[in-house]
């Protein structure tokens, strides 16, 4: 008889009480900022067919040939700027923000509930914390990926590593996925109660830059939808802040390669508007749930240094929502709204 490709994993006892569960997925990071730790992460995200869509066989080249030779002795000099005597930011935020929401949503609520945090690249995999939810009894699952805005190159990678552990399990639980959460009130109230918590304690700055990471011109082009949801965000904000196109701008960072990226540019943006006589320029994140090397490095150092050498004063990031009481309520109203009709959760 040909062999089975189900894992060995043994599934919760029939008399287990069926559990519910969520998981929350965030990016990933490296065990340690050094180049030896992000040569296997690195290799592992940039290795990702949703992340990097080119021909199999010349990315291969190309990524362990040159990239996974350069690349991460830089990445580790910049990780070691944010790293913290806990760990990594994201890591240290995201499990934070995962043991509030799991304390929130098992207060006065019936049956249990179990919240766990993944990595898409690094640890812990996705894999290792649905098998590990599925041996505590969990038979009702909501993906929840920390990305407001969907692409392809995130969320949807998010799904692709949950369809691949589903096929290994004999026995998978019920499924559902959040696939974005850009538009959705909740978040935006607490993005604005940030940004205006955060003018109450600074002050305002002359103009809030919005700054998402960015992707390839041509993902957009084929159909990913985050460019669109990116302004959608920027949008309903403005709105709730009372700010028009010309107070509250939007850009996109993080680009690498030759190839167009989502524009305007964000290092390009700051250096303009420094150069046009804005002194102080405030700038969130929306597209982040938790801090990490892109906001904490690339946007509140590196930019902060472009805005200052052309001519500006002081760039000030607000930092993400991280573990905010307003995150937690948004979120817990938004895993509610998903797992309608699960006993655990009424």
Not at 124 to 141: F, K, W
Not at 178 to 197: C, K, P, T
Not at 256 to 261: A, N
Request: proline share 7%.
């Amino acid at each position: 008889m040909p062999r089975s490709h189900y894992t060995g994993l043994a599934g919760p006892s029939y008399d287990q009480p069926a559990q519910a569960g969520v998981l929350l997925v965030n990016l990933g990071t490296p065990d340690a900022p050094t180049a030896r730790a992000l040569r296997p992460y690195l290799a592992e995200f940039l290795g990702d067919p949703r992340v990097i869509e080119y021909p199999r066989w010349l990315w291969r080249l190309i990524l362990h040939g040159v990239i996974l030779r350069i690349r991460p002795a830089r990445s580790a000099r910049a990780y070691a700027r944010v790293w913290t005597a806990k760990g990594s930011p994201l890591r240290v935020g995201s499990e934070k923000l995962a043991t509030a929401l799991h304390a929130t949503l098992r207060q006065g609520r019936p049956g249990p509930i179990r919240v766990a945090l993944a990595m898409r690249y690094g640890t812990p995999s996705v894999r290792a914390q649905i098998e590990q939810l599925q041996r505590e009894g969990v038979r009702r699952l909501l993906v929840l990926p920390l990305y407001p805005q969907y692409s392809a190159t995130s969320t949807g990678s998010v799904i692709d590593a949950v369809a691949d552990t589903f096929k290994q399990l004999r026995w998978p639980p019920e499924l559902r996925i959040v696939n974005d959460y850009h538009d959705d009130d909740g978040h935006i109230e607490a993005l604005a109660l940030s940004v205006e918590r955060w003018w109450a304690a600074h002050g305002r700055g002359e103009k809030l830059l919005l700054s998402f990471h960015g992707i390839p011109q041509r993902y957009v082009d084929a159909g990913d939808p985050y460019f669109h949801q990116c302004h959608a965000t920027a949008k309903q904000l403005r709105q709730r802040l009372g700010q028009d196109e010309t107070q509250l701008l939007v850009s996109f960072q993080s680009r690498v390669g030759r190839e167009p990226w989502l524009q305007p540019y964000t290092d390009a943006t700051v250096r303009r508007l420094a150069a046009e006589g804005i002194k102080q320029l405030d700038v969130a994140c929306p597209g982040f749930a938790v801090d990490c090397l892109e906001t904490l490095e690339e946007i509140a150092m590196q930019n902060r240094d472009f805005f200052t050498a052309a001519g500006g004063e002081a760039l000030r990031y607000i930092p993400a929502l991280n573990d905010s009481t307003e995150q937690i309520a948004s979120l817990t109203a938004l895993i509610l709204r998903h797992t309608q009709g699960w006993r655990e959760f009424l």
